[in-house]
């Protein structure tokens, strides 16, 4: 069955650095494009970035352009997301999730989230 | 951006009542919307997508109707298992944004 598992979260100090990975199975990744999405403890949900099937396209929310990088490694069906200099506000539940179809762009499924904490 | 503007924010409901939420965004989005469902500590789920497709092996109790800017989620019949906070999503165009979500509780 299709599955995301994310995986690399914890706690992290301001201004460091923290990858974040999502294996997927189940379908084939290097077909579809790939969002990250987060939310903060009790709130919304927020979407983060993108990164199309074959990598030419990216695009971020602007609360984290300049600072996280989305990418991925079709050979191993993992995504990415460096986070550079994290905030206190970035503190959140980060989900993986798979566009629904090459046509609809809506996401699922989701991974099951991993926590990233910024605190020093 | 498009902003995803959620009604209500909550709402309390019995076992079989009919439950609306409403969703409309600041622009057209034709039919590029989704709901999803999230319960307490897990990821968020997809029920329907393309404003009115039911995703499959989701009860037919959940609809979804709308085009433009306005959109509807409805429950026709609340199940104990529907509990839950429900989100609408345009995606239409980047940032894909979220409506802040309306948490139907049990009266």
């Known amino acids: 069955q299709v599955q995301l598992v994310e995986s690399g979260g914890g706690v992290v100090q301001p201004g460091r650095s923290l990858r974040l990975s999502c294996a997927a199975s189940?379908?084939?990744?290097?077909?579809?494009?790939m969002h990250w999405v987060r939310q903060a403890p009790g709130k919304g949900l927020e979407w983060m970035a993108v990164?199309?099937?074959?990598?030419?396209?990216?695009y971020y929310a602007d609360s984290v352009r300049g600072r996280f990088t989305i990418s991925r490694d079709n050979s191993r069906s993992t995504l990415y997301l460096q986070m550079n200099s994290p905030r206190a506000e970035d503190t959140a539940i980060y989900y993986c999730?798979?566009?629904?179809?090459?046509?609809?762009?809506?996401?699922?499924?989701w991974g099951q989230g991993i926590l990233v904490t910024v605190s020093s | 951006d498009i902003q995803m503007t959620q009604s209500p924010s909550s709402l309390s409901a019995s076992v079989g009542d009919r439950v609306t939420i409403t969703c409309r965004a600041s622009q057209d989005i034709a039919t590029w919307l989704t709901w999803f469902q999230q319960k307490p500590g897990k990821a968020p789920k997809s029920l329907i997508y393309?404003?009115?497709t039911l995703q499959s092996g989701v009860p037919s109790r959940f609809s979804g109707s709308g085009s433009g800017t306005d959109f509807t989620l409805t429950i026709t019949s609340l199940q104990p298992d529907d509990f839950a906070t429900y989100y609408c999503?345009?995606?239409?165009?980047?940032?894909?944004?979220f409506g802040g979500g309306t948490e139907v509780e049990i009266k």
């Open positions: 999730a798979r566009a629904g179809s090459i046509h609809h762009n809506y996401l699922d499924p």
């Open positions: 189940g379908f084939a990744f290097s077909s579809y494009t």
């Open positions: 999503q345009q995606y239409t165009s980047y940032p894909l944004t």
């Open positions: 990164i199309s099937y074959d990598l030419t396209t990216k």
């Open positions: 393309a404003a009115s």
